[in-house]
């Protein structure tokens, strides 16, 4: 299953917020589409994906957002 | 003929504020009976929310952040002390109290909830400062007997007021060295964000200040669930965290009455166009505040200025004169950071919040604030708050 989130506009609190609501929806083996404006998105969806376990397919600079591909490979339950 | 009505539902800072400008705004109409506004909320009290802090760290007395909320409304404001059970946005019908109420157009500044039964264990685990002044009591009590060992601070998402957290922090290690015994006391600071603070900006501030005093940081922890007994807390990322004293930002969710209408996502937040705070798919529906699923800070700066923004909209319908104005996405939340020293976190859609420097005025700003909230909520400092803020709008989208 894919899950989307737009975050395009989104600087405080971020789009790691949106990122993790779908996280906790989301089952081992899904994907999530992150879109994004904020320029930070990348390097904390990159470190988060570290710490976390996951893993990030593709990023993707789409003129004036970047769309971050993730799996999900890892979840506590 | 009935007159047209407007319906308010919620009685915090942007329900009270909409009602107080769309008075102002429809003064003739409402003078010659042409139009009326109705204000519902399910408390006859206003509580200045943000003072729950000054409860929960300082010890501050509740009463005095309260205030009657008729009181506050412009007189030709009609109040309804109760809450809506369900509202028919297709049929322009609320349901309150057993009575049904027809409305012609409907704001919905139903706040948010935190839901510390949102995460297992949390509740039974934890102390808060987000579920009302009676908790924010409950906590400083805690704080008050706490004598050694490790608090954490647990942050989870979403959550209204973004500052909140850091300030809670701050403001234990401030009361830990006022008791004499921080050096028995660990403060632990988790949160679901990859830095202190969600902005890049803002975190380059706090970290430093963190580390100085002694507050160890710990990133990227979504809690997952908290077993009460081993007082241990545990992340959706697989981590344990040990705690002796809980305090937590719970999750929040949107209200009761709006997933019980079916007019929110799943967590009850309010689909709403980020410019023009129509709610998506209904006519004459507008939403604000806390209740909007707008990717922004849900705190009362936002619910102020979009309040302005709504009530431009729908005073302009009402008198069928031109284009909608669009909200501009400004925030400026005050972020207190111990020693009297704060910053205000400030920006709008197009401009994240820059670096700013920790200053005493920024903090006597902040201090100052909680005494001009009630004339505010009247609009009596409207000059002032737009030489400040400048224009929340735009015109065009």
């Known amino acids: 299953?894919?899950?989307?989130?737009?975050?395009?506009?989104?600087?405080?609190?971020?789009?790691?917020?949106?990122?993790?609501?779908?996280?906790?929806?989301?089952?081992?083996?899904?994907?999530?589409?992150?879109?994004?404006?904020?320029?930070?998105?990348?390097?904390?969806?990159?470190?988060?994906?570290?710490r976390s376990g996951n893993e990030i397919l593709t990023i993707e600079e789409r003129g004036d957002h970047i769309a971050i591909l993730l799996k999900v490979v890892k979840k506590a339950k | 003929m009935r007159p047209l009505r407007v319906a308010v539902i919620g009685g915090g800072t942007g329900g009270t504020i909409v009602s107080n400008k769309l008075a102002s705004m429809l003064r003739e109409d409402l003078a010659s009976g042409r139009v009326e506004i109705h204000l519902f909320t399910e408390s006859s009290q206003h509580v200045f929310q943000p003072a729950n802090l000054d409860i929960a760290f300082r010890g501050a007395e509740p009463r005095r952040f309260v205030r009657d909320?008729?009181?506050?409304?412009?007189?030709?404001?009609?109040?309804?002390a109760e809450g809506v059970k369900l509202i028919n946005a297709h049929d322009r019908v609320i349901i309150y109290n057993g009575d049904k109420f027809e409305y012609?157009?409907?704001?919905?500044?139903?706040?948010?909830?935190?839901?510390?039964?949102?995460?297992?264990?949390?509740?039974?685990?934890?102390?808060?400062?987000?579920?009302?002044?009676?908790?924010?009591?409950?906590?400083?009590?805690?704080?008050?007997?706490?004598?050694?060992?490790?608090?954490?601070?647990l942050i989870n998402i979403p959550h209204?007021?973004?500052?909140?957290?850091?300030e809670a922090a701050l403001l234990v290690d401030e009361l830990m060295r006022k008791r004499g015994i921080r050096e028995r006391v660990e403060i632990s600071y988790a949160t679901p964000y990859p830095r202190a603070y969600p902005t890049h900006s803002i975190a380059e501030v706090v970290e430093p200040i963190f580390e100085k005093q002694g507050i160890e940081l710990v990133t990227f922890f979504n809690t997952d669930q908290v077993d009460p007994q081993r007082r241990s807390v545990y992340s959706l990322e697989g981590e344990e965290l040990s705690y002796d004293l809980l305090i937590t930002v719970p999750p929040h969710r949107g209200a009761e009455v709006i997933m019980a209408s079916g007019l929110g996502d799943e967590e009850g937040w309010i689909q709403t166009d980020k410019g023009t705070l129509r709610v998506k798919g209904l006519d004459r529906v507008y939403a604000i505040g806390d209740a909007t699923n707008i990717p922004i800070s849900k705190s009362g700066v936002v619910a102020h200025l979009q309040a302005e923004v709504?009530?431009?909209?729908?005073?302009?319908?009402?008198?069928?004169?031109?284009?909608?104005?669009?909200?501009?996405?400004?925030?400026?939340?005050?972020?207190?950071?111990?020693?009297?020293?704060?910053?205000?976190?400030?920006?709008?859609?197009?401009?994240?919040?820059?670096?700013?420097?920790?200053?005493?005025?920024?903090?006597?700003?902040?201090?100052?604030?909680?005494?001009?909230?009630?004339?505010?909520?009247?609009?009596?400092?409207?000059?002032?708050f737009e030489l400040y803020l400048g224009k929340p709008y735009t015109t065009k989208g």
Request: proline letters at 7%.
């Open chain 2, 160 to 166: 209204k007021c973004p500052p909140s957290p850091v």
């Open chain 1, 1 to 50: 299953m894919r899950h989307m989130v737009d975050a395009r506009g989104s600087y405080c609190p971020g789009p790691i917020t949106e990122l993790i609501k779908a996280y906790r929806k989301a089952e081992p083996g899904d994907e999530i589409e992150l879109l994004a404006t904020d320029p930070a998105a990348k390097s904390d969806v990159k470190a988060w994906a570290q």
């Open chain 2, 104 to 153: 012609d157009y409907l704001v919905l500044s139903t706040g948010s909830r935190a839901v510390p039964s949102g995460v297992g264990g949390l509740s039974e685990a934890s102390y808060n400062f987000h579920t009302g002044q009676e908790d924010s009591a409950k906590t400083w009590e805690a704080l008050k007997r706490f004598e050694r060992g490790r608090i954490v601070i």
């Open chain 2, 69 to 80: 909320q008729r009181g506050l409304l412009n007189s030709k404001v009609v109040l309804h």
């Open chain 2, 310 to 384: 709504a009530a431009m909209n729908i005073a302009a319908e009402i008198k069928g004169a031109g284009a909608p104005i669009h909200y501009n996405g400004r925030i400026n939340c005050p972020l207190e950071l111990g020693g009297r020293r704060a910053i205000f976190v400030s920006g709008t859609y197009e401009t994240p919040p820059a670096r700013q420097e920790p200053s005493l005025l920024k903090y006597l700003m902040k201090r100052t604030f909680s005494s001009l909230y009630w004339p505010m909520l009247k609009g009596r400092l409207d000059l002032v």
